[in-house]
């Protein structure tokens, strides 16, 4: 484990075991992707691999070179997938306390479907 520990009850944890629904957008078998609940953005997808990391930290140190790129290429499947390639999109993973990560399972937003302004927002 690289950082905290993982916790087997996080919502995520929960919609890789199927015990919540989700709307899948991308399946493989290192990787799911699926649309988020509150989108913020005309598109708004998460990419999430199934193994069990809690963050990008975690998975930087601890996955296996078949989980990462099996990982950046669900990135860019699911930005085919959406119809943003061509216009552009946002990939963002927020990492522990002051990333803002709510969700303590490795997720990356794919955000866009119109422009997304400046990089950070003030608040
Ligand atoms: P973060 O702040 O980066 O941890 O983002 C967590 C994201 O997960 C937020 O954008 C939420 O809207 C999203 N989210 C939380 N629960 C669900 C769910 N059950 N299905 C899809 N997205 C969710």
């Known amino acids: 484990m690289s950082g905290p520990a993982y916790d087997d009850t996080n ?36 990419v999430i691999p199934k193994g069990k990391y809690v963050s990008m930290r975690d998975f930087a140190a601890r996955a296996g070179d078949d989980e990462i790129a099996a990982f950046v290429r669900a990135i860019g499947k699911v930005a085919a997938l959406k119809g943003v390639e061509d216009d552009g999109f946002r990939v963002l993973a927020n990492t522990g306390i002051n990333g803002g990560q709510e969700v303590p399972h490795l997720h990356v937003h794919v955000f866009g479907g119109r422009p997304l302004g400046s990089m950070l927002t003030r608040n």
Not at 16 to 29: F, M, N, Q, S, T
Request: hydrophobic fraction near 40%; charged fraction near 25%; glycine fraction near 2%.
């Open 11 to 46: 919502i995520f944890a929960r919609i890789l075991r199927g015990e919540i629904p989700c709307k899948k957008v991308y399946e493989d078998a290192h990787t799911l992707a699926f649309e988020d609940i509150h989108p913020q953005a005309p598109v708004h997808t998460l």
